[in-house]
């Protein structure tokens, strides 16, 4: 049980012995920790409704509070706020608990929760724009896992509509003596070749060229849509041709995305419910669900309470064909197959609200998931340069993301030159650290804004060792590694987490409780931005212990024991945290 949570159910239990309302005795942090640590403003509304004084009540809870030993000081402030500190050792107890094998004092929770991020479409290399669902998307994973539900992340590839379509006019155009547009190749097996015709140099060289040709000539615009709608009707020759270029796109996605620390546990994608669709739009039709609308198969998800008019979500097009709408809403139907997950979390940008709000009510009115998963869109805002327009190169291009790793750790090497940093490891530990601290930069840069928020893309500014940046963060971790290590090395041992022997101490250990509670917001917002906030607060109040405690010189034996005691857990937290944020922490730095 966290502290806070144990505080709350003894003022409960105080206000139910006072025959008062126990809901209204919920704690929380100080908003004023020169006075207090914790407080309660439950007595000032519950004295109101039960027309009593309510200081006068605020005085007797105290006065009850006072009488337990885990509780150093409850008074009273202003007209009946219950300010309220515990004793030392019983906080030190509650901080050593926190790594004690309870995972940081948070439940499990037997759930799972299925996070759809990163949405590249394939034969496109991945750009700025992909960085923040993939950052925001791997993140939101691990905080789930964290919080100790079964959370898996789909890559949930756009591997089916209309560039499919262009890119096969395109190379039927360029070679069409090629096996996949034979004549009867539509349903013959093949052989096809094992070799693809194309690179993915040559995709992503071809995949713009196609489209901007489609909106100049019409004719190969037709047989574009003509392509995607044989491709999604079966056509076997073309499947065989977009096979290679998901199985090329696939492999330097992930090698893009490993750079960054971000791991799918399923690549699927559109195509993945190509069979599911058709099956799912009879269903739709036979249950009056689905209607037809200008040619076109719909499902009116609006509603007389709307403010503004929602428009219909579309199943199939006129042509027969469908849409990511169409996948989308058969994906859904194949996640919440078997047990159906707590939550189906999506993250990407936030100018696809109206699309996922027309998602959700179809999904709704049909009936697709159950009402215990929850469909949440976790949208987010735009990168934007200095100019608070798109990021973009000088060339009016956005940058791939590759080129922003490199040129990350490029200003991650000047500045550990700058501050004379890893000085002493060999080039291949140096080279190490540079990449660390160079992908630090860039998650920490991205999730201490909140998702909703557009942020200034500034690696300048994201690669320093000072402020609330990923590299100082990782400096702190490190500095407690380092003087655990030297403890080691000079045969000194943790023993128990002892009672705070100063302000400094004290901080630490009532900084580490407020964790569970951190989480739980966190999870709950789908906002890593809490926890790169908390592990920002935690390293400068950690730092500024360890300047006033000088740990490997203190005489005492039981003080050094309780403060080594005291890095052991603050390292535990502190890099478990920083993992949610997609950060590794060098041996050395």
């Known amino acids: ?42 007595a000032l509304p519950l004295a109101k409704k039960a027309g009593k004084n309510p200081r006068e009540l605020a005085t007797a809870l105290a006065a009850a509070l006072n009488d337990d030993h885990r509780i150093a000081l409850a008074d009273v402030a202003g007209p009946g706020f219950l300010n309220i500190s515990v004793e ?38 991945l750009h700025v724009g992909h960085l923040r669902p993939a950052v925001i998307g ?65 995709l992503e060289e071809l995949y713009p060229q196609a489209s901007a040709r489609c909106k100049e000539d019409k004719a190969f615009a037709a047989k574009a849509q003509q ?83 929602l428009p219909p979500f579309m199943l199939q097009n006129s042509r027969g064909g469908y849409s990511y709408a169409t996948s989308d809403l058969a994906t859904i139907e194949q996640r919440v197959k078997g047990p159906a ?48 327009k798109p990021f973009k190169t000088r060339d009016g291009k956005l940058p791939r993301l590759g080129e922003l790793v490199a040129d990350a750790q490029k200003l991650a090497a000047a500045q550990i030159e700058e501050n004379n940093l890893a000085e002493d490891l060999s080039e291949t530990e140096r080279a190490s650290v540079i990449e660390l601290v160079g992908l630090a930069a860039l998650t920490y840069g991205e999730l201490s804004n909140h998702r909703t ?60 409780t407020k964790l569970p509670e951190i989480v739980e917001r966190a999870v709950a917002g789908n906002a890593p931005n809490i926890i790169a906030e908390y592990s920002y607060v935690l390293a400068a109040t950690f730092n500024r212990f360890y300047d006033k405690c000088h740990i490997l010189s203190e005489p005492n034996a039981e003080t050094q024991q309780s403060w080594l005691a005291l890095l052991e857990t603050t390292q535990s937290i502190f890099t478990a945290i920083l993992d949610i944020l997609l950060i590794q922490v060098p041996e050395k730095m």
């Open 138 to 202: 791997e993140s939101v994973k691990r905080l789930y896992r964290f919080a100790r539900y079964d959370a898996i992340g789909d890559v949930h590839l756009g591997d089916w509509g209309l560039p499919m379509g262009q890119l096969i006019a395109a190379i039927e155009d360029a070679s069409p003596e090629l096996p996949y547009f034979a004549d009867g190749a539509a349903t013959s097996e093949g052989p096809y070749p094992t070799e693809s015709p194309v690179t993915i140099e040559d």
């Open 88 to 125: 030392d050792d019983f906080l030190a107890e509650q901080s050593a608990q926190l790594t004690a094998g309870n995972h940081f004092g948070i439940e499990a929770k037997n759930q799972q929760v299925i996070v759809d991020y990163g949405g590249p479409n394939i034969a496109k290399s």
């Open 227 to 309: 392509a995607t709608l044989a491709l999604q009707k079966g056509h076997l020759g073309y499947r065989a041709l977009w096979n290679h270029f998901r199985t090329l796109s696939v492999a330097d996605m992930t090698a893009i995305y490993a750079e960054l620390g971000v791991h799918f546990e399923l690549w699927l994608g559109e195509a993945s419910v190509a069979d599911d669709m058709a099956p799912m739009i009879e269903k739709l039709v036979a249950n009056q669900i689905a209607q037809e609308s200008d040619g076109a198969l719909i499902i009116d998800v609006a509603d007389p309470k709307d403010k503004k008019e």
């Open 341 to 388: 997950p707590h939550a189906i979390v999506y993250v990407t940008d936030a100018r696809q609200s109206l699309h996922f709000q027309q998602l959700f009510r179809a999904a709704d009115k049909a009936k697709m998931a159950p009402a215990s998963t929850q469909l949440i869109h976790a949208s987010h805002g735009m990168v934007t340069g200095k100019d608070n």
């Open 1 to 42: 049980m966290s502290l806070l949570r144990e505080l709350t159910e003894l003022v409960q239990s105080v206000f139910t012995a006072q025959g008062l309302d126990p809901s209204y005795g919920d704690v929380v942090v100080s908003q004023r920790p020169d006075l207090c640590q914790f407080q309660c403003n439950g």
């Open 453 to 512: 928020t557009n942020y200034i893309f500034d690696l300048e500014k994201f690669t320093e060792l000072k402020g609330q940046t990923g590299p100082y963060l990782q400096y702190v971790a490190v500095r407690i590694k380092s003087a655990l290590q030297k403890a080691a090395d000079a045969g000194l041992h943790a023993g128990t987490l002892g009672a705070a022997t100063c302000d400094e101490e004290r901080n630490v250990q009532l900084e580490l």
